[in-house]
């Protein structure tokens, strides 16, 4: 089954899906705030730049959402020519952005009320498994939804898994976003330790990579902690301070106790303090290599 697909928000994640999401033989259009960036991914895939949400949705059987929170969201429905006002009865929203179970049950019941069913599934991988279409979907929602989704969601994964309810892709989000976030702050620290011991970076790298702690996160953000200086932003430190804060909220929510994420936010909100907040997660060592340069220590 193919689908008229409208993409709203087509950036480091958004542009590779939308892309795979055409190549599967969807009519793809896309709109992105930065026109720029959604003019540039129609030169090199198959897909229909619209002036304005409104004009994406027009006719679409299913309206995708990847943008960085629940504000950039409402505006792409709600604000001027939004999407809301022109999507078809009965049609489909996926919301894949990060945003948290509770923004994804509001933007349910706002979605509800222009007759449009709402799957909220989040996804998790680097922006080469977005470009490879390779992602791991986390799908909340009603099983006739999530099914109907399918088609679009394994164009950008290589697999869908059924978490539960509307909000419980989100709720799964937030708990491997705090593991990724925990585990950037602590290969940070101790890449620093390790060099402060002596050992060249690449060397202690090299460690990590072979280890226990070789995470598929741990290889992909390899460049970026052994080269910060060549580095390339691909998710950064402010959008991970925002996932914490969601990840705390939530865990208030819900009763549970997280002694470790308030401590890893509190290193984030640090390095954006110091000037950081728009390079890559990775750069939490560049941040403590600061500190030491500020405390007069060499290295």
């Not at 992602?135 to 989704?149: F, H, M, S, T, Y």
Request: proline share 4%; net charge negative; aromatic share 4%.
């Amino acid at each position: 089954m193919t689908y008229t697909v409208a993409m709203l928000g087509v950036g480091r994640m958004g542009g590779p899906m939308a892309a795979n999401i055409a190549a599967a033989g969807h009519t793809v259009r896309v709109h992105n705030r930065t026109r720029a960036k959604a003019e540039a991914l129609a030169g090199r895939a198959d897909v229909v730049v619209a002036d304005d949400p409104a004009s994406a949705a027009d006719g679409a059987d299913v309206i995708v959402t990847m943008v960085a929170d629940e504000d950039a969201v409402r505006a792409l429905w709600t604000g001027e020519r939004g999407a809301l006002a022109a999507a078809p009865q009965g049609c489909l929203a996926i919301e894949m952005s990060t945003i948290g179970p509770d923004a994804a049950r509001r933007l349910a019941d706002l979605a509800a009320a222009h007759a449009v069913r709402l799957v909220d599934a989040p996804v998790s991988g680097s922006t080469a498994a977005a470009t490879e279409g390779s992602l791991l979907i986390l799908a909340g929602g009603d099983p006739d939804d999530v099914e109907r989704a399918r088609p679009v969601l394994d164009a950008v994964g290589s697999r869908v898994i059924h978490m539960g309810p509307l909000g419980t892709g989100q709720a799964m989000k937030l708990a491997v976003n705090n593991i990724v976030y925990g585990l950037c702050v602590s290969v940070g620290e101790s890449l620093v330790l390790a060099e402060r011991a002596g050992i060249a970076r690449t060397t202690a790298y090299e460690v990590f990579a072979g280890s226990a702690v070789a995470a598929p996160v741990v290889h992909y953000r390899r460049d970026v902690f052994e080269r910060p200086d060549e580095a390339t932003t691909t998710f950064s430190l402010e959008l991970a301070a925002k996932d914490l804060e969601l990840i705390e909220a939530f865990a208030t929510d819900t009763g549970a106790t997280l002694p470790q994420a308030p401590a890893n936010l509190r290193v984030i909100n640090d390095a954006i303090d110091a000037g950081y907040a728009d390079e890559d997660l990775a750069a939490v060592a560049e941040y403590l290599r600061s500190r030491q340069r500020t405390a007069g220590i060499d290295g």
